[in-house]
Nanobody, 127 residues
Framework: QVQLVESGGGLVQAGGSLRLSCAASGRTFSRYSMGWFRQAPGKEREFVAAINLSGSAYYVFYADSVKGRFTISRDNAKNTVYLQMNSPKPEDTAVYYC??????????????????WGQGTQVTVSS
């Protein structure tokens, strides 16, 4: 069982920066693939970024809409995954969720790939 707690959300001006954190419980954090998703009002949950474990290496993936602006990283010693948001835009406004997935198949960009979810943190980008 993994519990995830996001933090770092808030109000940010367009063009600024914000860093989200997701702290995980458990001693096997390094074995999990981690993802960030977001959900805006009236919209479906969508993929933002993932840092996936394959074999002994991690691979990062981004949605096209955030590529070049957002960076996902992880610190296994702190059981934490981060999402650095640079140059956010008003359309990035959403509740952001982190997710953890154990070994398994399935596309990294689908919510069904992940087994555990945090409660979400609101990010609002003002123009």
């Amino acid at each position: 069982q993994v519990q995830l707690v996001e933090s770092g959300g808030g109000l940010v001006q367009a063009g600024g920066s914000l860093r989200l954190s997701c702290a995980a419980s458990g001693r096997t954090f390094s074995r999990y693939s981690m993802g960030w998703f977001r959900q805006a009002p009236g919209k479906e949950r969508e993929f933002v970024a993932a840092i996936n474990l394959s074999g002994s290496a991690y691979y990062v993936f981004y949605a096209d809409s955030v590529k070049g602006r957002f960076t996902i990283s992880r610190d296994n010693a702190k059981n934490t995954v981060y999402l650095q948001m640079n140059s956010p835009k008003p359309e990035d406004t959403a509740v952001y969720y982190c997710a953890a997935g154990g070994p398994g198949s399935g596309p990294y960009y689908l919510p069904t790939r992940y087994d555990y979810w945090g409660q979400g943190t609101q990010v609002t980008v003002s123009s």
